[in-house]
């Protein structure tokens, strides 16, 4: 069996509100955080997909490498909104979904689905249209039926975009996929949401719970700032996707809930001729209308996933953790992670670790040893406080907007006995 560390949600420079995006970047960056495999991202469009087969090199395992034998692989995804109009509901359901590939023989089989149903794939995100419930449910299953290994996953299920998110307000899983339902193995928590919320409800609480970065850029705060470790027979494409539908998770990396642009329910400030922030750190109003503009407010994930709440069941093994370049530029007071003594001090911190992700698996005292010749003492506080969850978001994400970022708020992170 082998720990295998993904990130399979990402986006190239095709998609809306994303810059160009080099694979020699992403690589780079995923040798720093230590991510084994990684999703390509857009792949079914186009211009991305000639991009991928001129770039990557197969490796025989169903996955791909930018060098050939580069430790770091690339697994062909992108993300696919489906919409459909469902009985009963005045708007059309819109539901981002991952979906995985295992060949680029798959990909032009889609592609040709996608032609017969007359479905535009000029965007990094194509929108497949549905009439009706039986129209949705026949095209998952064709999509299935391309190759038994393609795999769909409900995207960041969540956050107002997601199939559960607050847009939809759909009651159930079950009202969306119908007869597909029994072919979803896993979701994505998103970065509003982690296992121990999404745990509540007990029809999401059947499914793997991943956590990918959903990233727009290569930045060393972006790739990995969440993830997924599997165990594995061995790091191959269908490997990876036995290993999700067996609910093989080890565990995975979760930005806290409350930094996510859609923890709390609220309005930012600008928005319907707000003046200030509005948001809700205790109940909301039941309506979720506005006291101030009297409009809907957006609905928070926390605030939603109260609404479908049906049990408490213990969690999928799960960390809460920052990127260690925020830590660091927090650490030094600078507000750009770009700041040449942030990244020296990261490339130092990286050459005595390894990878970022070593700071959740050895014990402090290890973290320590290693760091205290290239680190102030109150730098390796910091990094400890992060990893012993001694952190908090002052005010928490609501409608749009990041949390604040407080390290050792409300905390009394002392001097370590094997400091001294």
């Known amino acids: 069996m082998k720990q295998v560390c993904i990130d399979l949600h990402s986006h190239s420079g095709y998609a809306g509100g994303v810059g160009d995006i080099r694979l020699a970047d992403i690589v780079n960056t995923m040798s720093y955080k230590g991510i084994d495999v990684f999703g390509t991202g857009d792949c079914l469009y186009p211009t991305r997909t000639k991009e991928l087969r001129e770039e990557l090199k197969y490796e025989e395992n169903q996955l791909f490498s930018l060098n050939k ?104 899983m079950k009202e969306f996929y119908g007869d597909f339902l029994p072919h979803i193995h896993a979701l994505e928590t998103g970065l509003s949401a982690d296992p121990a919320m999404l745990s509540q409800l007990e029809e999401v609480n059947t499914l793997a719970m991943l956590s990918f970065s959903d990233c727009h850029s290569a930045a060393l705060n972006r790739i990995g700032r969440e993830f997924t470790v599997l165990d594995c027979d061995d790091i191959s494409y269908n490997s990876i996707i036995n290993s999700i539908r067996q609910k093989r ?69 799960f960390f809460h953790f920052i990127p260690l370049i925020d830590v660091l530029a927090h650490a030094k007071g600078v507000k750009s992670i770009t700041s040449n003594k942030v990244q020296k001090l990261y ?42 969850q001694h952190f908090t978001y002052n005010p928490p994400g609501f409608d749009g907007v990041y949390g604040k970022l407080e390290i050792n708020k409300n905390s009394n992170i002392k001097e370590p006995d094997y400091a001294n």
């Open 69 to 172: 034998g580069d430790r770091q692989r690339f697994l062909l995804q992108t993300e696919v909104i489906f919409t459909v109009q469902l009985e009963g509901y005045k708007q059309r359901i819109v539901a981002h979904h991952i979906i995985f590939f295992p060949s680029f023989e798959t990909i032009e089989k889609m592609d040709k689905l996608m032609n017969s149903w007359k479905q535009k794939n000029t965007i990094g995100r194509p929108f497949i249209v549905c009439n009706s419930s039986k129209m949705l449910i026949e095209r998952l299953f064709a999509i299935q039926a391309i190759d038994s290994m393609v795999e769909i996953i409900p995207a960041h299920i969540m956050t107002p975009d997601g199939l559960m998110g607050s847009k939809n307000m759909l009651s159930s």
């Open 347 to 388: 490339k130092d911190i990286i050459n005595k670790l390894g990878t970022e992700t070593v700071i959740q698996i050895e014990s402090d005292e290890y973290i320590y040893n290693k760091l205290r010749d290239i680190c102030t003492l109150e730098e390796i506080k910091t990094i400890l406080a992060v990893k012993n």
């Open 249 to 317: 998770i080890n565990y995975t990396v979760e930005f806290n809930p409350a930094e996510g642009r859609y923890f709390l329910t609220g309005h930012r400030a600008g928005k319907n001729g707000h003046q200030e922030d509005l948001y809700f750190l205790e109940e909301a109003p039941t309506d979720m209308i506005c006291p101030v503009c009297k409009k809907k407010l957006m609905t928070g994930v926390r605030d939603r996933c109260k609404m479908l709440k049906q049990s408490g069941s213990p969690a999928q093994h």
